[in-house]
């Protein structure tokens, strides 16, 4: 267990609806990144969050933003939602942005989108 | 384009054997080479490396990092059931912390 938290576990949308996913990050890390998992790849980085501010977006929509509160958990939000947005979203934190700190994941929140 | 890319996609072994995985990058701006081994939902982390030729181990479990020919392996040693899963070898880029993960090996150890 890394203490890192996501919630919900599961969830179903309809295309074009809109989800907000939570993260818990473990205590003491000030850092959260998040990644798309499509069956049989591997995770895709979304974008880091660090201090609150976006920090390193990969190659994603802007209907893919994120927020970072005081306390360091975060959210994803998707609008728009379309059939390729199912995936598996796993949520990562660390102790710092970068300087090689490990990568912590949470246990993932599974999304399909009908 | 930043890649990484890992071997075999799959392997099926028997209990007792070793196996190595293996990893190759191309990346600018490197940081580190992690693995990772995914069971259900969280990859659990297992290594982090960031110096040439060094191998660090975790009980049946080592791993090495080969800078010159940009590549990684990941070795286990007399294999068990509890072993099977998803392996990722993921590189770190820049000064974002932006992970680049392998399409993973998924390994199957048979009783």
């Known amino acids: 267990e890394t203490g890192v938290t996501q919630s919900p576990t599961h969830l179903i949308k309809t295309r074009g609806q809109q989800v907000t996913l939570r993260c818990s990050s473990q205590?003491?890390?000030?850092?959260v990144s998040w990644y798309q998992q499509a069956l049989g790849q591997g995770p895709q980085f979304i974008f880091q969050?660090?201090?609150?501010?976006?920090?390193g977006r990969g190659n994603f929509p802007p209907r893919f933003s994120g927020l970072q509160f005081p306390n360091y958990s975060s959210e994803l939000n998707v609008n728009a939602l379309e059939l390729d947005d199912s995936a598996l979203y796993l949520c990562?934190?660390?102790?710092?942005?970068?300087?090689?700190?490990?990568?912590?994941f949470g246990p993932g929140t599974r999304l399909t989108v009908t | 384009e930043d890649k990484v890319v890992q071997s075999p996609l799959s392997l099926v072994v028997h209990e007792g054997d070793t196996v190595t995985l293996n990893c190759s990058y191309e990346?600018?701006?490197?940081?580190?080479l992690l693995w990772y081994k995914q069971e259900k939902k969280a990859p659990t982390f297992l290594f982090m490396l960031?110096?040439?030729?060094i191998e660090k181990k975790s009980g049946r479990l080592s791993s090495i990092l080969d800078k010159k020919e940009l590549s990684s392996i990941l070795n286990i040693t007399a294999t068990q059931t509890g072993d099977s899963a998803i392996y990722l070898c993921a590189v770190e880029s820049g000064n974002t912390g932006k992970l680049i993960f392998g399409q993973g090996t998924t390994l199957q150890v048979k009783p």
């Open positions: 205590s003491g890390h000030n850092t």
């Open positions: 990346v600018t701006n490197f940081r580190s």
């Open positions: 960031t110096s040439s030729g």
């Open positions: 969050y660090y201090r609150e501010e976006e920090n």
């Open positions: 990562a934190s660390s102790l710092q942005a970068s300087g090689t700190y490990e990568q912590y």
